[in-house]
């Protein structure tokens, strides 16, 4: 039997609990009163559980669906908050935002439910689904500009003209703390939780989570590590953190566009830099492959913006000391965008290749090839075969297949070794192989047709 050594009684130190950050903007008394404003209208979205992406980083991985919040996002948390602290003369000259997306639907639906009048200006070029839904929520959509800066100085000028309230996207304490709100919830529904893992744009949805989580974990006397997640064509909170000051970073697309924000909010970025405990970034094929996986595993239909922070679990960039939270924070994805995002994800992933062969001009190539093919397991989706093209021998066809593979290409039995054994050594171009990852065209899309080809074969399914 062991025994203890006798020691005579010590008081047991307890830990310190953590010291409650100075956090600029909300506290958290405002968050917990955001959290009984939005209580009416606001969704208390499920949290889900990833088998699949728990097994990839080696730790409980749980989905905060905003995807499923009213409105299609979580937008609706922080204009509602924004909408319902206006005074009654401000409610009566009605609201005004701009925005091409998600901040548009969600001061729509507030406006609607406080019976207030909202006008949304909208780009010219807006998706057609997203100036319906708007519509549909009650507002007055105006197309105006070309761009969201112009939009957003024609929402400026009607403003001025009508006394109507703007209300931004993310650059207000009262849409912050509506924002979060979020992060409230999901204290509540994931107590273990050691990090969380949200997208930014703005800077709006990251700064209302990471402050409203902090504060409240620091009043429960524990901690929460909050990871920050850009597009890589829109970041400008890496620079903007490292100088300490806004940075505007050059305009660069991305299939992200609910946070393609070229410059952080002010007051976003002051609470970003002492909440946000990290900010990493993701490129398009990161979020194309992420967003592939939360429809394949999760059944979840998110939109490329909302998947930011599923990509930079895949890609490593998240060091799991315990249960992961990630937010989808929006599921707004136009069906022909989703196409495409669900191609260019197949092709990133090495599900999808466009393999281009020359070959010799005798029978039984094509035999040999889908010979190959078979023998990898891949599926062969098109065939284009041609004789004529610029740079090709007079005695060497060439041929161009669309495959579905199982996977990356390793092994000598992959579709692009294949390819690459299908080159015949006595070809006179040695350079005769090109096996390329292209995302693969819609279906029923057109495919752009040289003149030269000869056959054109779909053997899809
Ligand atoms: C789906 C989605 N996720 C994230 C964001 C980023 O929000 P914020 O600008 O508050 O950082 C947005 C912004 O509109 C969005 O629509």
Redesign the pocket.
Known sequence: MNHAPETTAQPIAQPAPPEAAVIPGPTLADFEHAQRTVAPVARRTPMETSRHLGRLIGAPVHLKCENLQRTG?Y?LRGAFNRLSALSAGERARGVVAASA???AQGVAYAARELGIRATIFMPVGVALPKLEATRDYGADVVLSGETIGETLEAAARFADETGATIIP??DHADVVAG?GTLGLEILEQAPDATTVVV????????SGVASAMKQKAAALGRSIRVIGVQAENAAPYVPSLALGEAVTVPVVPTIAD??A?YRPGELNLEIIRESVDEVVTVTEDDIARALLVLLERAKLVV?P??AVGVAALMTGKVEADGPVVVVL??GNIDPLLMQRVIAHGLAASDRYLTLRIGLPDRPGQLARISELLAEAKANVVEVLHTRHGAGMQISEVALELSVETRGPPTGPRSSRSCAARATNPRSSRSDAVAASATPPPPRNAERPRSGGRSRSVSTGH
Not at 199 to 206: N, Q, R, T
């Open positions: 996002s937008k997306g998600n901040h996207p993310f924002q997208p930014i744009g703005g800077g709006g949805l990251a609910g946070i924000v939109e913006a909302g924070s929006g």
